[in-house]
């Protein structure tokens, strides 16, 4: 029996949320907005019956006549949530509430509780009450049922999972945080602190991180489910490792495999193990030269927004264009073409807007300005390692002094820093850098602040002055430290950065093209760092029933589906490099990749530079 695949499971389950909101009123967080985007848009939600589809807001409410409600959230019914549905409900005149949630009831049950055993049947019914008493009249109707709609299905062998945007791997500069944390939790307790990433489980994490880790793998599982897989987890990085743990552990996912028949290898990676094609300007790719220039669609990880229309007054004559060689300007021409023709521009509005937005990018004042980063990285590159160059961040405090003259932003000079830091390791980032870092950054911090971007504002906070400036520049010093040397505790992946000689320039090789490639063609004693999680394999070999049978740890590749989820965003290089990989080996098993969202400069910058968002008030 073949495997349903990720986009028929999601396709099932907005399938049955629309059976569930006709007559009603529709309201929609912006998570769940952006998958039902994916999966059929505003026409599927209208041809199911919609009255209306608002955003899930307190400064919305229903209309007098409207009496019945539903509600599609992408998290557990608490804080925020809870007082935005309180807050509709109690402005309207609603006699029929539905709320669907992307929540599992035992995450509702572990965000109320903790890890203690309850009733998760209760619990919901309780919930359900509470809706009752917001209606103002407990005889009216309020349900509440799970369904995860946090798939964003890209392509048959590509989906993401917005919901999850905010689930970032944790670096060595947050043990410190979370064992400051760990000791305000033990109530005076004598408690062993944790003292590097190998030693952080998923009871140390911060309770907002660990519930978004719970519905993270409650989701997976659903979806696995879905697929009624029997899954093989692997992971590879401190964050991957303790979500794989919590999967292979997961009661009814334990449950799941005894009966289910399809077996899937799960891969989940780190994205910062390697920071380098994240923090890189997208050269390769047209897609990731989107994700550098265009803003995204408000609410949205993975669209940009496209910013011009085609209007009728910009038609011209009509005539086709002649030229042979494709140019922004001339497709511009062709997409206005299709104004005057209602129906054929209907019919191919999807294809108009990506030509619309390959268009914005090309023609984009910033275009030319990639290029010439593209070339400092390159440049960058060159000189990791080799004695007759310049050091390479020498070569960026001196960029940071001329950044006037040469047209360079601090954000741009900040991604060189973190692209430098990932792909040379602890090597390039010494402590006499450190000092000059932090006075040089300080300063210019405090030259530029009438210029910073929204992005430096988050990382220096609303005042700007010269101790929020050291403040800041002695942060990013601490997360380059993290960032160099996320991969010292690897093997087989401790490097990035290919040295060159008379022959050829140093290259980079992605950690994520080497990890597919090698679980679809190394032997099996090769890959160390790929680490197994597998409860029946631990129990054989603690019984010692290993001398008797082959218990050798399998590889991904010889499941008929390997899902690789890359934790905290992937690129549109590394898809193409996948892609690559699977045409030229033509592996036994089909391979799909996932993960929350396109990760690009903008992106990395602000998740990377400053402590992990769950840890930023420790």
């Not at 870092?437 to 405090?446: F, P, Q, Y």
């Amino acid at each position: 029996m073949q495997a349903a695949s990720a986009v028929h499971v999601s396709e099932a389950w907005w399938t049955e949320a629309c059976k569930k909101i006709k007559n009603s009123v529709v309201f929609v967080d912006n998570n769940t907005a952006e998958c039902l985007h994916w999966s059929g848009g505003l026409t599927r939600l209208v041809n199911a019956g919609a009255k209306n589809v608002k955003e899930f807001s307190s400064f919305e409410r229903g209309n007098k006549d409207d009496m019945k409600a539903a509600f599609m959230v992408s998290t557990a019914i608490r804080d925020t949530t809870a007082t935005i549905l309180q807050d509709i409900i109690k402005a309207s005149s609603f006699q029929y509430c539905i709320v669907i949630t992307c929540a599992h009831p035992n995450v509702h049950a572990y965000a109320r509780y903790g890890g203690r055993e309850v009733d998760e049947a209760v619990l919901m019914n309780e919930l359900e009450q509470d809706v009752l008493a917001w209606m103002g009249n407990m005889n009216y109707t309020a349900e509440i049922f799970y369904l995860p709609l946090v798939v964003a299905p890209y392509s048959e062998n590509l989906f993401f999972m917005p919901p999850f945007s905010t689930l970032y791997p944790l670096l060595n500069s947050d043990v410190r945080r979370i064992s400051k944390l760990q000791q305000a939790c033990g109530k005076g307790d004598k408690i062993k602190p944790v003292e590097n990433l190998g030693e952080v489980e998923f009871h140390h994490l911060p309770n907002e991180m660990r519930i978004m880790v719970r519905q993270f793998v409650v989701c997976l599982h659903s979806l696995l489910q879905g697929m009624n897989a029997r899954d093989e987890i692997y992971t590879i990085g401190h964050t991957s490792r303790i979500i794989g743990t919590e999967l292979d552990a997961f009661t009814p996912a334990r449950q799941r495999r005894k009966m289910a028949a399809n077996k899937v290898s799960v891969v989940l990676v780190d994205r910062t193990l390697d920071l380098v094609s994240a923090s890189s300007h997208g050269g390769e790719t047209l897609m990731g030269r989107i994700l550098s220039l265009l803003p995204r669609l408000y609410g949205h990880q993975l669209d940009s927004a496209v910013l011009e229309v085609a209007s009728r007054k910009d038609i011209g004559d009509g005539t086709s264009v002649k030229e042979t060689r494709v140019t922004p300007e001339n497709v511009k021409i062709n997409i206005h073409q299709f104004a005057s023709n209602i129906d054929a521009f209907t019919e191919n509005a999807g294809l108009l807007q990506q030509g619309l937005c390959a268009v914005e990018a090309l023609s984009h004042p910033r275009f030319v300005h990639l290029d010439q980063l593209l070339s400092l990285e390159k440049r960058l590159m060159q000189s990791i390692g080799d004695p007759e160059e310049t050091l390479p961040f020498t070569q960026i405090f001196q960029l940071l002094k001329t950044r006037g003259t040469h047209g360079v932003s601090l954000d741009d000079i900040l991604t060189l820093m973190v692209y430098v830091a990932s792909l040379g390791g602890p090597e390039v980032f010494s402590q006499k850098d450190e000092y000059a870092l932090t006075n040089r950054l300080s300063h210019a911090i405090v030259e530029d602040k009438k210029m910073l971007s929204d992005n430096l504002l988050q990382l220096i906070g609303e005042e700007v002055d010269e101790v929020s400036a050291l403040r800041t520049a002695q942060g990013v010093a601490d997360q380059l430290h993290a960032i160099a040397s996320t991969r010292d505790h690897l093997k087989n992946y401790k490097h990035l950065h290919i040295p060159g000689d008379s022959a050829q320039p140093a290259s980079y090789q992605s950690l994520l093209q080497k990890l597919v490639y090698d679980c679809l063609t190394a032997p099996q004693a090769e890959i160390t760092d790929l680490e197994y999680k597998s409860a029946g394999f631990k129990d054989l070999i603690k019984t010692g029933f290993s001398l008797f049978v082959n218990v050798s740890k399998p590889m991904p590749r010889d499941a008929p589906i390997m899902l690789v989820y890359i934790i905290g965003g992937v690129t549109p290089g590394e898809v193409r490099e996948i892609r690559q990989i699977v045409t030229a080996v033509n592996p036994p098993c089909e391979v799909i990749v996932a993960s929350s969202h396109f990760a690009h400069p903008n992106d990395t910058v602000v998740k990377a530079l400053q402590p992990n968002l769950y840890l930023k008030e420790a």
